[in-house]
């Protein structure tokens, strides 16, 4: 299970920090990333993080956000700065959780924040 914490009314240009917290049966957590999906768009992936720390952001996002991961707590983070009216969505937390030692992991999605950014 994962739950989102964070999110929130912001003016353009101020920051806001997502955590997520995975609970439950976890022998592993492979890969955690954030997604958002705004009104009348689809979902898309912001940021990834690998267990060797290896990050990937959209385009959109790069220089403005930073994931980062707690392994010893279960949890990823997403620190957004200099935010922007294009930044408002509903952001969602996933990570593929192993309950084993084998592989694959599943696909596990947290309830959703909704961050709003006014201009």
């Known amino acids: 299970q994962l739950q989102a914490f964070g999110g929130g009314l912001v003016q353009a240009g101020g920051s806001l920090r997502l955590s997520c917290a995975a609970s439950g049966r976890i022998f592993r957590i492979n890969v955690m990333g954030w997604y958002r999906q705004a009104p009348g768009k689809r979902r898309e992936l912001v940021a990834s993080?690998?267990?060797?720390?290896?990050?990937n952001y959209a385009d959109s996002v790069k220089g403005r956000f930073t994931i980062s991961r707690d392994d010893a707590k279960n949890t990823v983070s997403l620190q957004m700065s200099n935010l922007n009216p294009e930044d408002t969505a509903v952001y969602y937390c996933?990570?593929?959780?192993?309950?084993?030692?084998?592989?694959?992991?599943?696909?596990?999605w947290g309830q959703g924040t909704l961050v709003t950014v006014s201009s």
């Open positions: 996933n990570a593929e959780v192993q309950m084993t030692p084998f592989p694959p992991g599943v696909a596990s």
């Open positions: 993080i690998t267990r060797q720390s290896s990050t």
